[in-house]
């Protein structure tokens, strides 16, 4: 969410139980999704950078580690990685010293005192994050923390930056699209989406994020399949700043706070307000 100062807000932080309710929402989602497909490594992504990803992944990670699951959260973002510093911890070493066996996985391992949850901060950043990532290496780390974690949540660099997200696709059972409602176009998200389906990826969901209050109405503008222009006005109450939805695979029906205007298009054409992502 550009031009503000980062403030990282975590649930265990007492946040309003609105909002880590919202987290436990998306958890539960999550859990349900698993019903009929073990989910147990989810990667979490998004089109552009600042969107929520970082701050999402980890307010899952508490939310599942409260449960009672034993959780690893692994900062595989190796281009500006933020864990670290979302969990206040200093990151000599991390990921990328797991990756060249340099130390030994309970040195990396990092207790942010919330029980059952363990964080993995990125480490010094390589020199080649995607061939890091896509290492044979990072598949064996992965299926290794398998035995001893319920859950491995991997936050990642924005999918349309960087092939990275889409190379780790390959280790996780699933991914989690981020979408910051106010600050990226559909058409973004829709590239992302692409992207990430033209390498097999699972997407498992859209986790909305919103901007600020004080952008309570919004314009998402997007074309249809014959080029149409679409403006779609969505208002956000204001309760909706700091709220994380989960929805179930695609529904656009989250952008159901889109009021269509439908400017000036032919009467045949149906809006995309149930636009598909
Ligand atoms: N659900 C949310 N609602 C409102 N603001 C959020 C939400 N999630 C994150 N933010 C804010 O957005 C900014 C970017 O968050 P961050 O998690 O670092 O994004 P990314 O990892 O995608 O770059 C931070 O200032 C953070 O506080
Ligand atoms: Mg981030």
């Known amino acids: 969410m550009k031009g503000k100062m980062k403030n990282y807000r975590l649930i265990t932080d007492n946040l309003s139980s609105r909002v880590a309710e919202s987290y436990r929402v998306v958890r539960t989602n999550i859990q349900f999704a698993s019903l009929e497909t073990q989910v147990k490594t989810i990667l979490v992504t998004s089109a552009a950078p600042g969107e929520g990803k970082s701050t999402t992944t980890a307010n899952l990670a508490i939310a599942f580690a409260q449960t009672g699951s034993k959780v690893v959260l692994i900062d595989s973002d190796l281009r500006r990685p933020t864990l670290h510093k979302i969990f206040r911890l200093s990151n000599p070493v991390g990921l990328t010293n797991l990756l060249t066996q340099s130390v030994a996985p309970e040195i ?100 909305l994020t919103a901007s600020r209050a004080t952008r309570a109405r919004t314009t998402i503008t997007t074309t249809g399949d014959r080029g149409e222009v679409f403006r779609c006005q969505a208002s956000l109450n204001t309760s909706c700043s700091w709220q994380a939805a989960m929805l179930s695979p695609w529904c656009s029906r989250a952008l159901s706070a889109c009021t269509c205007a439908l400017k000036a298009l032919p009467r045949k054409t149906s809006p995309p307000c149930g636009c598909a992502i």
């Open 108 to 207: 990396a391992l990092r207790d942010v005192g919330v029980p059952n949850l363990r964080v993995i901060t990125s480490g010094p950043i390589p020199p080649n994050p995607a061939e890091v990532l896509g290492s044979s290496r990072m598949r064996d780390l992965i299926n290794n923390l398998k035995q001893s974690f319920d859950y491995i949540l991997l936050d990642s660099s924005p999918t349309l930056a960087v092939a990275d997200s889409a190379i780790l696709s390959a280790v996780v059972d699933g991914i989690i699209l981020v979408v910051a409602v106010a600050e990226v176009s559909l058409d973004k998200v829709r590239k992302a989406k692409a992207q990430l389906e033209g390498v097999n990826a699972k997407i498992l969901g859209v986790v």
